[in-house]
């Protein structure tokens, strides 16, 4: 008795406090709605007494709802939620959640239990409504509801994933959490509701041409222009905003920022961000004359996808034995035949228009580097010639040539790295291609859907941070733009260059490390952790994708997904057949590894080339941004003053250290690869699978911490716990 009771007498409050009540019928699968307003005649009273009475001689069925809001700053609200349940055989009334916590239902973290009540049962529950109604005394707020569980009259229990901001008062709906693809949506609500999704989903992601050439992003002219699901959070964006105003004020303050005077010693370097130190960076300080170290940094540096075997030497690198093995113990073409040659190729900077900073000519070459495989498997330069073009005023230089000029040598190698490795392998390869992969499942997949269950995880704050970096990086006035050497007019042409250089191969790194011929490099760290974390990628990704795709067939008839890797195809690799990117889906197994590589791509690779930028860029000497002279054009001519007037001005320097810097930060809701606080599958197989790849990247983690233990300098940027799941910074 007391439970109709309950219901009737919240329904009459609602309609004598002239809160909107809704009852809705279906025709054609379009819900129509009619909103009945607060009765204002003793007639229309009466009709809604008898009204009441009628429903209280009905014996009503219960459902439990609890409702989780996310634990993060601003997702509290303190105004009225209301929920419909709908059903395969019907629905609930539009009901007011209210609990004995009252206002604080909703507050951050809070899990609130409410009961709605229906004449029947409304059978199996397709999806529920959720809308807010403000309060004039709280005022307007958004709120950010994690998941509902409904418990049935039955005993069934229904999960709704939500982790959306609900911030207006419009009704919101959404999928009961099994996963379904487009053939299995057989239910007419579900699939209307599929198809406003999708509808909604296109005006909210779209394309935009950036540049010609380049992979193409979203259209924003404004952060506050992404949807509010795909922003930083509060606690990302002050942080972020912290960080990078108080590294430009530091710098400010010892009057750095602004000076165009060139650096009078090497100390002097050490006043930028003194306080600001890390191991690496110190050892790097200590070692980056070495040619040990120059090596080492093929291999584990912030570029380590550039170095391959070299077989034979490129006819425009007129190396001989003499040069490199003076004393004759080795040949060049016996070490090559053993496979202990190695060549680092620059050529995609031939050319490039090096900028002009601070009304100075920069300059940027394109060198060719040659290295040795020692006895005792060191990897050792042993040739450097800084233009591609071989010519008498184009040595090839020599760790036998004098000290400076041999440091020169490969100051011109690091910097033509530095400008490499940002626009190829760190903002193309990883970002720009990371954005694509997000915009093109959000606008064509489902949130019903098991691909964007799988893949949402690592889309966050993609697309905020690519904004960021398209403002105030390589814009007009970007600080990448106006201090370093391939910005200005080279910044798109490098980008143009690199993108038609990227191959399908090329991203999928078991591939890539064959196909450069650096499998028994060793230590080679990036790629032992690197291919460990591909291989348990790889066996979540299939056991995930096998349990929803029985056969090629239901891969190749599943529209949302083709629809997915065409607009990749269009829009992130503009239509170029030749770069091996599929097209279309027509097996299990190409899904597979396509979606690893997407996995890997925007978790593991990203932090690969982004993490470690500071440790090995924070120590100017060892990674210059620009130069301000040309190389020498003969030996002998070096020194340690030409080196001084070689660097970078004090402004360009402190500009670069502080960029990378900032890019180098972990936020602190960080949330490291294999952990999904964003609960969106429920099915029992899936995950079963999640807390196996949990398992598996925990053991990976703890080989390298045992490894590292005993290294000089330990390589930490693939340990699964420093791992992003996204291109996040």
Known sequence: MFKHVEYSITTWILQLTGQSHKTSCIKGGIREENVYQKSSSSEELLGLINRILLLSRVKMVDYKVTVSTVNIATATTFNNVYIKLVGTDGESDRTWLVSVKGALSFVRGAVSTFTVSCPASIGKLVLIELSLQHIPLFGEDSWFPAKVEVKSPEGDTYNFPIYQWITDSEVHRFREGTALKVSEDNHHLGKYSREQELKQREENYRWHVYAEGIPHCMKA?????????????????????????????????????????????????????????????????????????????????????????????????????????????????????????????????????????????????????????????????????????????????????????????????????????????????????????????????????????????????????????????????????????????????????????????????????????????????????????????????????????????????????????????EHGFLSQACTGIPQSFKTVDELVKFVTMVIFTSSAQHSAVNTGQYDYGGWMPNTPISLQLPPPTTKGTTSEATMLQTFPAVNTTVQGMATMWLLSQQSSDFVALGQYPEEHFSEEIPCKLIKDFQGELEVLSAVIKARNKSLEVPYTYMDPTEVENSVAI
């Open 221 to 569: 002219e404004d952060p506050t222009d992404l949807p509010a699901e795909v922003r930083f959070s509060f606690t990302k964006a002050s942080e972020f905003r912290f960080t990078a105003l108080t590294g430009l004020a530091e710098l400010r303050l010892k009057g750095l920022a602004e000076s165009t005077e060139n650096w009078p010693d090497i100390d002097s370097i050490n006043r930028v961000f003194c306080c600001k130190q890390t191991d690496i960076l110190d050892y790097v300080q200590k070692h980056w004359k070495e040619d040990a170290f120059f090596a080492y940094q093929y291999l584990n540096g912030v570029n380590p996808i550039l170095i391959r075997r070299c077989s034979a030497l490129p006819d425009n690198f007129p190396v001989t034995d003499d040069m490199v093995f003076p004393s004759g113990q080795f040949s060049l073409a016996d070490e090559m035949k053993k496979g202990n040659i190695f060549l680092c190729d620059y050529k995609r900077l031939d050319g490039l228009k090096a900028n002009i900073i601070n009304g100075k000519q920069q300059y940027l070459m394109a060198p060719l580097v040659l290295l040795h495989k020692t006895p005792d498997d060191k990897l050792m330069p042993v040739a450097i010639q800084l233009k591609q073009t071989p010519a008498e005023d184009n040595p090839i230089f020599l760790p036998t040539d004098s000290e400076y000029d041999w440091l020169t040598a490969k100051i011109f190698v690091r910097s033509a790295d530095f400008n490499e490795h940002q626009l190829n392998v760190h903002l193309l390869r990883t970002h720009l291609f990371a954005e694509v992969f997000a915009v093109s499942l959000l606008r064509n997949v489902p949130s019903v859907h098991p691909l964007y269950k799988l893949l949402v995880p690592h889309t966050r704050y993609t697309l905020q941070i690519n904004f960021l970096a398209r403002a105030r990086l390589i814009s007009e006035t970007g600080s990448f733009t106006l201090f370093a050497a391939s910005g200005g007019e080279g910044l798109v042409t490098l980008l143009q260059r690199s993108q038609s250089s990227v191959t399908y191969s090329s991203l999928c790194m078991p591939e890539d490390i064959a196909e450069r011929g650096v499998e028994d490099v060793p230590n080679f760290y990036y790629r032992d952790d690197g291919l460990g974390i591909w291989d348990i990628i790889h066996r979540f990704v299939q056991g995930v994708l096998s349990f929803y795709y029985k056969s090629d067939a239901e891969v190749q008839q599943d529209s949302e997904l083709q629809k997915w890797i065409s607009d990749i195809f």
